[in-house]
């Protein structure tokens, strides 16, 4: 397929940074499909992305340009034909290109168009035609559906290509003893290992400096709380152009033989580059300039090199799917995971320090080392013994609780958590909008309700924050006091507190507000709503606050009894927002098995999501205990419970706790 645009490389003669535009046949810049690219760069995708989305996007342009196509109005039928002429016309190197590359080009295109649309260069309908609602009545394994539902519904492209997903491949290990026998130099040798036992990306291990090479025992003289030798990868920007995917920063054990590949390497490092050189860790020793970090092209060359003497395809995607292939082995065969976790390899889920290790990260080189191959997790009734070695099992999850865990954040006399906004340790954050007291899951995002109201008013956001019309909200903590001089009760509607609104809304009454707050007398502040958690006063006979005592009546009239309100009281949980969750409701041994659990997984990254920690307790509710079957379990309380990516970040909470219990029964040390 012929293309009158095509896509090339910007240098800047300022400060010879580099950037991807796309040019026409009279070599003039293409402005939109150019802006796209460089909004690219500005988000910090990888340069590997843009230089591939700039190829398709002057793909597209080209085919538009011959087919007479005015790409700013292109519709669905138009679309649909160049699908065709992408399955069927010939890709580079005359090869046919297959559905995974058509659906890439797609993917780029539509972005390219949703861009345009977002930025007022196309029409706002053009965008709309490449997506289409549509409910998943069926979920992919590890999918989070949402507390109600809500994420089922989705938009989805309507052109798509057959494509079929590849078995991720690896290689065998007589394949890997001939790889690592044609690595000629330490530096190839260290690079080869590195990615074969850390299971690294090939970005993420040319983009590692010295300081995240954790190579000692005990790391914490350099203000790392992560014990064993590790490797810290992190999103940032390098001078060579590499770049972790994740944004979240997280670290992988490092084995022995990374440590020897290590050393031999700097020995050779010092011997050829003299001084220090430059922070970066894989830097050139065979070519000029020496000392200049290692670019992806030289990791390219000397894999080309390798997969020619080697006989066989070798990339450097293929040592992180041996890694994870041989890691699921060596789990499957019962052996700890400790130190050859390569976590979020093939499960979707980013890896963190911690895992696979003690609470406190410890390895196995420390003797209070948990292997992560202990039972499952069982739902057992409240009848069974709590502890595993006889009485204690509360008693030791008790002393060992963090008593100032998440100052300002935890209350644990009415079990809320209330994360802070602000903290980079919880995944909720503020709304966008101005003056809007609700918190959202998106990072630098906005409500629900903020949402709706926009979509309503059909204003654009630059209108709907300058003017944010007024929708309802439910405030989670109470806001403003009752007109009324000297009343301490909380503000409901009008101006005016529940009861003294309910006082002016009396059967044929035409006063003001201001009228009746001027003569009515002012009421001391009721007592809080028997909800343990709930900071609303109790506006009825009951104890409750209008929100509860609603909850309570739609509850059968004819369970209403004494017994029945205090049981229902006991398991009720507050109203709470996305940053919220309560422990109020669980029996006294699993609300502490899960606080324990807790506060061990929010001493490493990602941070705590309070929605994944509610459905978690959603699921739990009516549970005895966390507690280990045996070795006949098959699966464990949470799995069963929880989509994947749940499972996976809490599902370590009853063996972590289990083992470290144990071994101080055994040994009479502390973990």
Not at 12 to 37: K, N, T
Not at 185 to 197: A, K, Q, S, T
Request: with cysteine; charged share 25%; proline share 7%.
């Amino acid at each position: 397929m012929s293309s009158g645009f095509r896509a090339e490389r910007a240098v800047s003669p300022v400060d010879g940074s580099e950037l991807w535009v796309v040019l026409d046949a009279e070599l003039l810049l293409h402005r939109e499909a150019s802006d796209f690219l460089r909004c690219l760069q500005g988000a910090t995708r990888s340069p590997h992305t843009i230089r591939a989305y700039a190829g398709r996007v002057a793909l597209f342009l080209g085919w538009c340009q011959a087919q007479g196509v005015e790409w700013r109005r292109i519709g669905l039928p138009d679309l649909a034909r160049f699908k065709r002429s992408l399955e069927v016309g010939p890709g580079r190197g005359g090869r046919v290109r297959s559905g995974s590359t058509v659906n890439a080009v797609l993917t780029a295109v539509c972005e390219f168009l949703r861009f345009c649309a977002r930025t007022g260069l196309v029409e706002p309908i053009v965008a709309e035609r490449l997506s289409e609602p549509r409910w998943l009545r069926f979920t992919p394994p590890g999918f989070d559906t949402g507390e109600s539902g809500q994420f089922r519904a989705v938009r989805a492209r309507s052109l798509k290509a057959r494509a079929e997903t590849p078995f991720p491949e690896a290689l065998s290990a007589e394949q890997t003893a001939t790889v690592l026998a044609c690595c000629r130099r330490p530096r190839e040798l260290f690079l080869v290992i590195l990615l074969l036992h850390t299971g690294l990306r090939i970005g993420e291990g040319l983009g590692l400096r010295r300081c995240d090479m954790h190579m000692l025992p005990d790391s914490r003289g350099l203000g790392c709380a992560t014990v064993g030798a590790h490797v810290h990868v992190r999103h940032r920007a390098n001078p060579n152009g590499a770049l972790a995917k994740s944004r979240f920063p997280r670290s992988v054990p490092a084995s022995d033989a990374v440590l020897t590949a290590y050393a031999d390497y700097q020995y050779e490092r010092a011997q050829t580059v003299s001084g220090t050189g430059n922070d970066m860790v894989l830097v050139n020793l065979y070519h000029e300039p020496l000392g200049a970090p290692m670019a992806y092209r030289a990791a390219k060359r000397f894999f080309d090199r390798v997969a020619g003497e080697c006989g066989f395809p070798v990339r450097p995607h293929m040592l992180r799917h041996t890694a994870a292939t041989n890691c699921r082995g060596r789990h499957r065969r019962g052996a700890s995971t400790s130190r050859s976790r390569v976590a979020g390899v093939h499960d979707g889920l980013p890896a963190r320090p911690g895992r696979g290790q003690t609470p406190r990260g410890h390895g196995r080189r420390c003797r209070a080392a948990v292997p992560m191959t202990g039972p499952a997790l069982q739902l057992i009734g409240p009848g069974r013994d709590d502890s595993p070695g006889g009485a204690g099992w509360l008693d030791w999850l008790q002393a060992h609780l963090d008593p100032v865990w998440r100052p300002g954040e935890w209350d644990g006399a009415a079990k809320l958590f209330t994360g802070d906004l602000h903290s980079d340790r919880t995944a909720a954050w503020p709304c966008r909008t101005p003056g809007c007291p609700t918190a959202t899951r998106h990072h630098h995002g906005r409500c629900d309700g903020c949402r709706r109201a926009r979509t309503g008013a059909g204003l654009s956001w630059e209108d709907y924050d300058a003017d944010p019309p007024r929708h309802p909200i439910r405030p989670l903590l109470p806001v403003g006091r009752c007109a009324v001089p000297g009343c301490e009760s909380d503000l409901h509607c009008c101006g005016l507190c529940y009861r003294h609104e309910h006082a002016w809304r009396r059967p044929g009454s035409t006063e003001s507000v201001a009228d009746f707050a001027a003569r009515a007398h002012p009421l001391p502040r009721a007592q809080d709503c028997l909800v343990a958690g709930c900071a609303r006063e109790h506006v009825s006979r009951r104890g409750l606050c209008r929100f509860h005592d609603k909850r309570y009546l739609r509850t059968d009239p004819d369970g209403r009894s004494a017994d029945g309100f205090a049981a229902w009281v006991a398991a009720e949980r507050p109203l709470l927002g996305v940053h919220q969750f309560c422990l109020a409701g669980l029996g006294e041994l699993l609300g502490v098995e899960v606080l324990y659990g807790l506060q061990r997984r929010d001493l490493s990254p990602p941070p705590m999501d309070p929605t994944q920690v509610r459905i978690l307790l959603a699921r739990l509710a009516g549970a005895g205990s966390l507690n280990p079957p045996g070795e006949s379990g098959d699966s464990t309380l949470i799995e069963t419970m929880l989509p994947h990516r749940y499972s996976n970040r809490y599902r370590r909470f009853a063996p972590i706790s289990r083992a470290a219990y144990l071994h101080s029964i055994h040994t009479g040390a502390d973990c």
